[in-house]
């Protein structure tokens, strides 16, 4: 089965969004035509050298990774650098080369969501919520039409507030209009002021909706220039942002939740804070390198924060409050690989996507 990178790229992006990727990241196609036709994905966690070795053995025409190959501005491809001449090997190769990286962690159902399906946390939220990633949806329109074009909207996924939908607020009033030379109204005459007595419906819409809606509404809505209002909002946006938060079904000593960790993530070390008598049950997560969030899980209650890459002073920062656990950076995003191969497969079951057998943690232990 061929397919266009473009629609590979679709259907890993409406499971997450690179709205909700950090300012710094760099993600999406990296290299590569999104129109070229495919019909083999390699993915993996890193684009190392051995990564696009085997795509070139197996002539897959996309290596799709967790982390981004290209971070920074390249001012030139030459093979002095490592990353440039990485870039120039799949290029002469013909090899795209895509990443989702922080969009896939800040989404709710991302890594951290699947580390927390390891460990059977329940009750979970976002730990810190994104900012600036919600819109008002305001619009004006006739009382013949006011419902079927609000079912619109919510059938298009506006108006989710939490864990409610079809929310929505609807007021009365009078609209008034004069429809000029060349216009095609749907109610009035041209040349003549005309009032209409219409409703103005508002709800929220996420980011990553609103050229959705938008489209939706002008499809749906009767007027021939509907009058619309996409505001920008200050609201934290629930369903996106860094580390997730949740409860064990049951509490446990620390050393019983270190084992716990170990055992359902296939660590083979641990790096831990101090242990103390303190209960565990309320656990923060952050995938991949997340000390900068260890105050706001403190702030949140957490019994014990899993994350990785913890620098040795940070360590001290917890003392009694918290059991902080360096899972490694690796450990906690291994997950990654079968996340994206599951969102191909369920897109596109008979796309050749597979996991890398190249792929593996740079970090080697002795034990």
């Given at each position: 089965m061929y ?40 993915i ?58 922080t ?37 004006y ?68 909706q ?6 939706v ?13 996409l ?11 860094s ?28 790096r ?22 260890m105050?706001?899980a ?70």
């Amino acid at each position: 089965m061929y397919l266009k990178i473009k629609q590979i790229a679709e259907a890993i992006e409406r499971v997450a969004p690179r709205v909700y990727a950090e300012d710094w990241d760099n993600v999406g196609l990296l290299v590569g035509d999104p129109e070229k036709e495919v019909d083999q994905a390699l993915i993996a966690l890193d684009c190392s050298e051995a990564v696009i070795d085997e795509a070139i053995e197996k002539k897959a025409g996309i290596i799709i990774t967790h982390h981004p190959l290209i971070f920074s501005a390249m001012k030139k491809l030459t093979p002095s650098n490592d990353t440039a001449r990485l870039v120039m090997k799949a290029i002469k190769n013909d090899i795209a080369i895509y990443a989702a990286h922080t969009n896939l962690d800040n989404i709710s159902c991302g890594l951290n969501a699947l580390v927390a399906d390891e460990l059977e946390l329940v009750q979970r939220s976002v730990l810190v919520p994104q900012n600036h990633r919600l819109y008002k949806l305001v619009t004006y329109v006739p009382l013949t039409h006011f419902e079927q074009v609000k079912e619109k909207l919510f059938a298009a996924g506006g108006g989710c507030v939490g864990h409610y939908d079809s929310c929505s607020f609807s007021s009365s009033g009078i609209g008034t209009f004069r429809a000029q030379e060349g216009t095609h109204p749907f109610v009035g005459q041209i040349g003549v002021l005309h009032q209409e007595s219409e409703v103005r419906i508002e709800m929220l819409v996420a980011a990553h909706q609103r050229h959705l809606l938008l489209s939706v509404l002008k499809q749906v809505h009767p007027y021939e220039e509907p009058a619309i209002d996409l505001l920008p909002l200050e609201n934290q946006y629930e369903g996106a942002g860094s580390g997730l938060i949740g409860m064990l079904k049951t509490p446990m000593q620390a050393c019983d939740f270190l084992q716990l960790v170990k055992k359902r993530m296939q660590i083979p070390v641990l790096r831990h804070s101090s242990i103390t008598e303190k209960i565990i049950q309320k656990v923060a997560i952050c995938t991949g390198a997340g000390s900068f969030l260890m105050d706001d899980a403190i702030r949140c209650g957490a019994d014990a924060f899993v994350t990785g890459d913890v620098k040795y002073h940070e360590f001290f920062v917890p003392q009694k409050s918290l059991l902080l656990i360096d899972a490694g950076h690796y450990e906690t995003e291994q997950f990654s690989r079968q996340y994206l191969y599951t969102i191909l497969k369920e897109n596109f079951t008979t796309f050749a996507a597979q996991i890398s057998e190249s792929s593996f943690n740079a970090v080697h232990y002795l034990i």
